[in-house]
């Protein structure tokens, strides 16, 4: 937000990231192709991980006792579902680490906070399958939920792409028609008013925040207000703007077995 003596920041140009990528269509596109080789290559198993309709994963083995890394997936919380990224399954695959990709229930139809439940649900659900807390990595909205997923010991690491740590700034947008948030909501659900992971719990203190070098202004100061803060308070933190991405393209690296962003997360769920 725009502080006193500063220009006001045009909130919706910043976090309406469909508007501000005309060709967001065209990558969407090569998501779900990528997603719909990738289902014919590696047939995932299905899990429920509650009764809802939407309460399901994917499930990409590597294999018998591979780790798990666990993919949650943007759209501002009211968008897309797993099938639109099964694509970034055979990178890891390659690395020999199993991926699951859960949906949830989108809003309007339930607020942020119960979409929470939900995906907590799942992480749970992996570590009880595993019997170990899984790295969980997320774009956007996804992001967001990674490091929430961090900071109550549900992952032994976090990579966030593109996450919103803060959600005030979404008020005043055309994005809160379906989120609904107040001050106080927003306030309660943004991870950095949340306990910082600082090895006084049993899960991991890893957090990676990882944004498009040509993404907004506001969406490069949230990561690097998120690494600065967690990192502060004893958090292993990183911040890597990555050249020449947007808000979508930045999940390019992901596709690639060979990326340092792949080898990173693979690198994470085996030390896990």
């Known amino acids: 937000m725009a502080g006193k003596g500063e220009a006001a920041i045009d909130l ?35 899990i429920a991980y509650g009764p809802g309709e939407r309460e399901v994963m994917d499930l990409f083995s590597a294999g018998d006792d591979t780790p798990v890394a666990v993919f949650l997936h943007g759209g501002y919380w009211q968008a ?14 390659a690395h020999r680490v199993s991926l699951a990709i859960p949906s949830y229930d989108l809003a309007p139809s339930v607020r942020l906070g119960r979409i929470l439940q939900q995906v907590r649900a799942a992480v749970e659900a992996v570590r009880g399958r595993t019997g170990a807390r899984p790295v969980v990595f997320g774009h956007s909205a996804g992001g967001h939920m990674a490091a929430c997923m961090l900071s109550e010991a549900r992952a032994s ?24 948030l107040d001050e106080a909501e927003a306030a309660a659900l943004s991870p950095i008013h949340w306990p910082v992971p600082n090895g006084s719990t049993p899960g991991g203190t890893v957090l990676d925040c990882v944004v498009g ?9 949230q990561s690097k207000m998120m690494a600065d ?13 990555l050249p020449g991405l947007n808000h979508f ?19 994470l769920a085996n030390a896990g």
């Open 12 to 46: 919706e140009a910043e976090y309406n990231n469909r508007a501000r990528v005309p060709g967001h269509q065209a990558v969407m596109l090569r998501w779900r192709a990528a997603a719909e080789a990738a289902r014919a290559a590696h047939t995932p198993v299905e």
């Open 80 to 93: 897309l579902d797993r099938s639109w990224f099964s694509g970034l399954a055979p990178a890891l695959l």
């Open 157 to 180: 690491a976090a990579v966030a792409i593109s996450g919103v740590f803060d959600l005030a700034p979404l008020i005043p947008t055309s994005l809160n028609v379906a989120l609904r």
């Open 213 to 221: 070098g040509d993404e907004s202004p506001e969406f490069l100061r």
């Open 229 to 241: 803060l967690w990192g502060a308070r004893g958090v292993e933190t990183r911040y890597q703007a």
């Open 249 to 267: 393209t930045v999940l390019d690296p992901l596709f690639d077995k060979d990326s340092a962003l792949v080898k990173r997360i693979a690198a």
